[in-house]
Nanobody, 124 residues
């Protein structure tokens, strides 16, 4: 069973920066698509950014483009989310996500793992 442990959340002023980190274990990290999601109070969980297994392609939600950067280090089993220019509406619990599949006996089995979430609060 995969495990994702997040860190780096906290309180920051509008316009400030935070770097979230997610340490992965228990699965083949280099084969998984890694993503960051967030969930604000009273809202559903939404995709923030994702990065392919090799780190050769990234995808961002429109509301974070130009401000957030997702990256990964497969040698360290770590994915990062650098958040700059933070806004109050970025306040949410941020979750690390791993998604992939393993093929066994010609059957592809998908897996999804979630971190525990880390609180990001943007407020003056």
């Amino acid at each position: 069973q995969g495990q994702l442990v997040e860190s780096g959340g906290g309180l920051v002023q509008p316009g400030g920066s935070l770097r979230l980190s997610c340490a992965a274990s228990g699965f083949t990290f280099s084969s998984a698509t890694m993503s960051w999601y967030r969930q604000a109070p009273g809202k559903g969980r939404e995709l923030v950014a994702s990065i392919t297994s090799a780190g050769d392609s990234t995808n961002y939600a429109d509301f974070v483009k130009g401000r957030f950067t997702i990256s990964r280090d497969n040698a360290k089993n770590t994915v990062l989310l650098q958040m700059n220019g933070l806004k109050p509406e970025d306040t949410a619990v941020y979750y690390c996500n791993a998604a992939g599949s393993v093929t066994r006996w010609a059957i592809a089995r998908q897996y999804v793992y979630w971190g525990q979430g880390t609180q990001v609060t943007v407020s003056s």
